[in-house]
């Protein structure tokens, strides 16, 4: 399929500065439901409103483990 | 119309390795695995633009990986997957998005591995139940991908029908796994055109290729096991299957090459990488089917309403933590054969007395390896 030249550019240079991650970062929910209990101060980083950016890791086995 | 498709993810060596495909417009189609993000706060906007190009030329498919299908309780994990799957979905235009058939056997979500389950009335209505919540929320058509690991023949000859009968209530379709269905044919030394027939071909929508490994069997001295873990190049003999497979599914939409960006680290990777899906570009093409004319809405699911709360089967997950505990503290082969014989699934619809010690054996190597999550 024919992208633009923009698309492909970007794609490039985002390449080159490194601003991907791996496609395989752990969903890691079981850290964030049920373990924390929210309180009146809880805000944009409650765990239980939004995750966060797990690390980065490789060789996720859910991309072909079987 | 069949698409040269490829995986791609927010992944450096992969994107580098499929850069020149883009640039010279040989990438027909792309699937995201969009669950693998669900973390992310801010996904570059070049990632982002395109997935929406893709998406706006109905060449974006969605593929999950962790929804975790046939875990016998509903947890809070698999909520948020619906609802995040939603906002994918309105964002962006989705073709299709699927699944994996099976669950993992991990005490906690998403650990372990994967698994497949008795083909039982109650645990169909289940996944039926689940699938049905798939569609609702991803608003196109859904299907599942067959699993590449099986503890027995008897798994391994099911899964056709398992798969044909669970996406009858969504009109679902099939991604046909050919390095899975390779896994199975070495693994159980099946004949190619006996397995095939078991499949319900004309609910075949996307194929994948990719590669995988070898494993040594230690309850079988002499056997190799095969292990699909997408980080090495295309067998032959997967080629030859997808040469064989395109005259028989004659709804084929998307042929999708999959590879892991770990293992496109360097360059004469990444340059096998691109030599694998020109091979398969080319197989598309000298096949003839490549333009042939869709039937429009073949698998747009039925509107369809479920309860509100989803069903659970508190037996089977019983079942299931006692199989992972099994799996992941045993320390040799004979010890969890012992424990399996002493379980609740003894005797009972999982057939354990029909597993293959080198597949049991298989199944704990994969099992320790992931209990902690990845």
Not at chain 1, 16 to 22: D, K
Not at chain 2, 13 to 19: D, E, I, T
Not at chain 2, 69 to 95: C, I, T, Y
Not at chain 2, 98 to 109: D, I, L, P, Q, S
Request: contains cysteine; proline residues 6%; glycine residues 6%.
């Amino acid at each position: 399929m024919k992208l633009s030249k923009s698309i492909l550019a970007a794609l490039a240079v985002g390449l080159t500065l490194g601003s991907a991650t791996t496609s395989c970062q752990k969903m890691d929910l079981k850290k964030e439901f049920g373990q924390h209990q929210c309180t009146s101060e809880c805000g944009e980083n409650c765990p239980n409103s939004e995750p966060g950016p797990p690390p980065p890791i490789d060789n996720c086995p859910a991309c072909g483990m079987g | 119309m069949i698409y040269s498709s490829l995986a791609l993810n927010l992944d450096v060596p992969l994107l580098q390795a499929a850069l020149p495909l883009l640039e010279a417009e040989k990438v027909e189609a792309i699937e995201w695995s969009f669950d693998t993000l669900f973390k992310v706060r801010d996904i570059p906007p070049w990632f982002v633009e395109l997935l929406r190009e893709f998406g706006q030329a109905g060449r974006l498919v969605g593929h999950g990986v962790f929804f975790s299908l046939f875990s016998g309780r509903w947890v809070p994990e698999q909520d948020h997957w619906l609802k995040r799957l939603r906002e994918m979905s309105a964002e962006f235009q989705f073709n299709h998005v699927t699944e994996h058939f099976g669950y993992m056997t991990g005490v906690n979500f998403h650990q372990g591995a994967p698994m497949s389950v008795p083909l039982t009335p109650e645990i169909m209505a289940l996944g039926q139940d689940r699938l049905q919540r798939i569609a609702d929320a991803a608003q196109c058509p859904v299907g599942l991908e067959n699993l590449a690991f099986a503890n027995s023949l008897d798994e391994v000859r099911q899964q056709g029908e398992f798969l044909s009968r669970l996406l009858e209530p969504v009109n679902g379709f099939i991604i046909l796994d050919l390095h899975n269905l390779w896994c199975q044919l070495h693994n159980f030394e099946l004949d190619f055109a006996d397995l095939i027939r078991l499949y319900p071909l004309d609910r075949v929508r996307e194929i994948h290729i990719s590669g995988g490994s070898w494993e040594d069997s230690g309850a079988r001295p002499g056997k190799k096991i095969r292990r699909d873990t997408h980080d090495h190049a295309v067998p032959e003999e997967v080629f030859a299957l997808l040469e064989n497979t395109l005259p028989l599914v004659p709804n084929l939409k998307f042929v999708v090459l999959e590879q892991m960006g770990h293992s496109l680290a360097d360059a004469a990777q990444q340059e096998i990488f691109r030599s694998d899906f020109l091979r398969m570009e080319s197989l598309v093409q000298s096949s003839g089917q490549k333009e042939k004319a869709e039937i429009p809405g073949l698998f747009q699911p039925p509107r369809v309403s479920f309860p509100e709360i989803p069903l659970q089967n508190e037996n089977l997950f019983l079942q299931q933590r006692e199989l992972a505990h099994i799996l992941e503290t045993s320390t040799n082969l004979d010890q969890a054969l012992a424990q399996l014989q002493a379980s609740a699934l003894a005797h009972s619809k999982w057939k354990i007395e029909t597993w293959a010690p080198e597949m049991l054996e298989t199944a704990l190597h994969i099992a320790q390896k992931w209990k902690d999550g990845w």
